[in-house]
DNA sequence: CACTTGAAGTGTTACGTATAACGCCCTCCG
DNA sequence: CGGAGGGCGTTATACGTAACACTTCAAGTG
């Protein structure tokens, strides 16, 4: 009640409670183990409840030179996967006291060119998407600690990197439609430069070509609905005999690849098994249910702020890499015999 | 080169270019009208560069007195439309030089109960939204400017609210299937506490009442797929004739809707039709693609943060709901006759 | 009794920035 | 020739916190 309407500040309550400013600072700070009597702590603690003290998160940042605060660098956000790598990262990061601010890459947010001016909030480390490459260059300019997601592990030396097990998903992909008979296969890819997605297709080569008397063809699309439908239709319409299997990059090209066939007649599975990556809530929305392989995106933003943290305390980050699950549903089975 | 390790201060750049500190402020401040030749300035700028000087935003943050952050409370992130609002809030906040800090509320992100405690950064302001109403009480609490989006405009009186044009949306889709001959309707409504759902109840009852002999039930389900699925499946096996039309919530809801007709051996539109709500990229992904409402998520942000910065300013939120736009697409048609 | 030890605090400083208040020099005008 | 004023900067200070170094006092120790 003293100043009036500026926010009390830890001096009015070592006023209040009778004792000097680091008292106050000791006692909040939980750094009083026997420098401050439990009645002087309790005065205190009593006090800062009375005026809704609430300490100046500026003061403390600018004093302790850190901020408990990260940046997250992802592509547009509207995406579930990244949706989910971002909960992921908070959570883990609230339970350690941090907190998570986003730069979703340029697209989605604007004219600003310079990550760290969209984060007006002074930063202790960063997670980064090898997506939203466009950023990174101004990144690697401070040298903030760094974790890279979904990076080439030897490429970018020394620093931190987290990976879904993209090769095993690839085997489980490949496994089961080898599996049910398919020969013939069309690989409708991202049309995004990702480490992920470089994985995939020379994954998918290998496992394909260890079996006599098969084929792959590549497709390339944006992730989009739209963009897949038309993807998939001009390659669909190539002379020859078509593929009885589709893999896709994304749940979204899956969605797109269901509306090509539908419009060339063909039914899923029994003309052709498609398969998706991602498992998003699209893949049970779409009939029939898509066989997809699922990348647990919020495990993946856990994970990634753990390494953070990790590299922050000077530990090593964890290793390994993160595994991925495939789903069998409805879209995949055994080919026409022909 | 001086000092190491630690990053430039101001004070470096001072040195390096001979001046004082003050001058560099002012310098790099824009503040130097006619206070500082333009060849010092020149001098300064230069030596800035050449260092990699950044300002160290905690100081910067405790000297003003305020930090240019806001926080954006949110249910669970991982829902296409609020990644679509923070997105739009983002980039409006970008071009006024703030940045945005997300809250997800608790079930997303942890054992967090204080918000301002999973945001380390000091605040501004705050938008929320009425979904997440379980933070809302801790907000309160200190009186930072607060924007509420999807909030009863007459409820919280004093604080400035943005909403979309529900009733609008609603008297859309009501006209649109009575026009197309339907008379008897189900709700299927979104199980959640929320104004845009209440709105949408009372005027669906409003809109259908108008005219003779129609007639209106009611399902309520979590929003999900299988919510939805359950729901529905139950509410179409009441007794009597069953509805002609199905008014969905959310375009989730709707999926969940299609599957259980598919169970029912209904087809959409021939036998029902279905409407959503969101026009999310699943809309589209469906068969039949779904006739809809389109919520501009982004433009819902955008504007959100529009009103709060109008606010920090002093100035009066612009007013007016947002309109939002029925998207006919192949889910609806005329009721079968019978 | 002289000395050490430990508890319980306090005084002071520094973090890096923005800005109000103050100087100095030169020119211009009365 | 004196003083007013503009151009060009500088000095000093405050923001709120955390932490180090120091003081005080009472109890223990040989």
């Known amino acids: ?54 300490p100046n998160l500026a003061a403390r940042n600018l004093r302790l030179g850190r901020t408990r ?12 996967f990244f949706a989910g790598v971002y909960t992921g990262a908070a959570r883990v990061a609230a339970e350690h006291g941090f907190g998570v601010v986003l730069y979703p890459s340029p697209e989605g947010v604007g004219p600003a060119r310079d990550p760290f001016a969209s984060a007006q909030a002074a930063l202790d480390g960063v997670i980064a998407s090898s997506m939203a490459a466009d950023a990174l260059s101004a990144i690697r300019g401070d040298q903030l600690p760094l974790v890279m997601l979904d990076s ?6 020394g620093v931190a990197t987290v ?22 296969f069309l690989h409708l890819a991202a049309d995004v430069p990702s480490w992920t997605f470089e994985v995939r297709a020379r ?16 497709a390339h699309a944006p992730i989009s609905i739209e963009g897949a439908l038309a993807a998939a239709e001009a390659a669909l319409a190539a002379p020859g005999p078509g593929p009885t299997a589709l893999v896709c990059d994304d749940d979204k090209l899956a969605a797109g690849a269901y509306k090509a066939l539908r419009r060339l007649g063909l039914r899923v599975p029994d003309d052709v098994s498609v398969t998706g990556l ?19 995106a919020e495990l993946f933003g856990e994970r990634g702020m753990q390494a953070l943290l ?3 305390e000077g530990r090593t980050p964890e290793a390994g890499d993160i595994p991925v699950e495939l789903i069998v549903r409805g879209s995949t089975g055994p080919p026409r015999a022909s």
Chains 1, 2 share one sequence.
């Open 203 to 218: 994954e998918l080569a290998v496992r394909v070509g260890e079996v006599p008397g098969t084929s792959l063809r590549t």
């Open 310 to 312: 990790a590299v922050l």
């Open 1 to 54: 009640m003293a100043r009036g309407s500026t926010r009390p500040t830890s001096r009015d309550v070592a006023q209040a409670a009778g004792v000097s400013q680091a008292a106050v600072s000791l006692v909040l700070g939980d750094k009083w183990r026997g420098r401050v009597s439990e009645t002087t702590a309790e005065r205190v603690r009593e006090a800062a409840r009375e005026l809704g003290y609430r």
């Open 152 to 157: 080439d592990p030897s490429g970018s030396l």
């Open 278 to 296: 991602d498992d998003l809530a699209l893949a049970t929305a779409i009939d029939p249910e898509l066989t997809t392989v699922r990348l647990d």
């Open 69 to 80: 605060t990260v940046l997250l660098v992802v592509p547009a956000l509207t995406t579930e």
């Open 163 to 184: 990976n879904l097990d993209i090769t095993d998903g690839v085997r489980q992909v490949a496994e089961h439609l080898l599996g049910l008979g398919h020969r013939r």
